[in-house]
């Protein structure tokens, strides 16, 4: 236990506070905690601020061992609890969804297709590996909806063409479309999500 402010195990960092900072057990303690919380928002499990000038450091039983250059500060920092602490990280990337018997999965979900599909196009799905295609009103408080198509890499013109094809059988008219080669987009005039997005499906990408 910490004897200079009594409710921690970081001894050494108050030791170093108080060897350093000439200053009133008052403020030491405010300096501790203000210390200890931005240690705790920087670092995920490091128990002590390691001192630049440290010498004599063993490893013994995966705890490290630090003295200082001068003496006057000596701590250990045990790294064996650590597994404990990973068990509680969030995973780094969103996992692959598992293989399926047969597809669509009953929520509409398809897998990619084995091989690249021979267009002179290619449609990136993003992280939840699905395609990044809406609908939304433009204007906000008009009945006028737009399908927005995105991360459209390669021949973007190529797709449209198929897209209007795609789209043909359900409409009276050809849809109105806009290219944005910019921002790799591809607009359709009406809610047309499902079908464009079963009709990419079904070409494997």
């Known amino acids: 236990m910490c004897k200079l402010c009594g409710f921690c195990y970081f001894a050494p960092l108050c030791q170093l506070i108080q060897h350093n900072m ?3 057990v008052t403020v030491q303690r405010l300096a501790h905690t203000f210390l200890l919380r931005r240690l705790a928002l920087k670092t995920r499990y490091v128990r002590y601020s390691f001192d630049s000038t440290a010498e004599n450091t063993n490893i013994v039983d995966n705890t490290e061992h630090i003295t200082s250059a001068d003496g006057s500060l000596e701590y250990s920092v045990s790294k064996a609890d650590f597994k404990w602490v990973e068990r509680l990280f969030p ?5 692959f969804p598992p293989q399926h018997e047969s597809y669509p999965t009953p929520s509409g979900w398809v897998a990619p297709s084995s091989t690249v599909p021979d267009k002179p196009y ?8 699905v395609f990044t295609i809406f609908e939304e009103k433009k204007p906000k408080n008009s ?3 737009l399908t927005y198509v995105k991360h459209i890499e390669g021949d973007i013109k190529a797709l449209e063409k198929e897209l209007i094809e795609a789209l043909r ?9 806009r290219v944005n080669e910019a921002t790799q987009t591809i607009w359709v005039k009406g809610m047309h999500k499902d079908i464009i997005e079963r009709y990419l499906y079904n070409q494997g990408f």
Request: charged share 30%.
């Open 91 to 95: 995973p780094s990337r969103i996992p």
């Open 169 to 177: 059988p359900y409409e009276k008219f050809d849809p109105a479309t």
């Open 22 to 24: 000439n200053m009133p």
């Open 122 to 129: 290619f449609i990136r799905r993003n992280k939840y590996h």
């Open 143 to 145: 009945q006028r909806w």
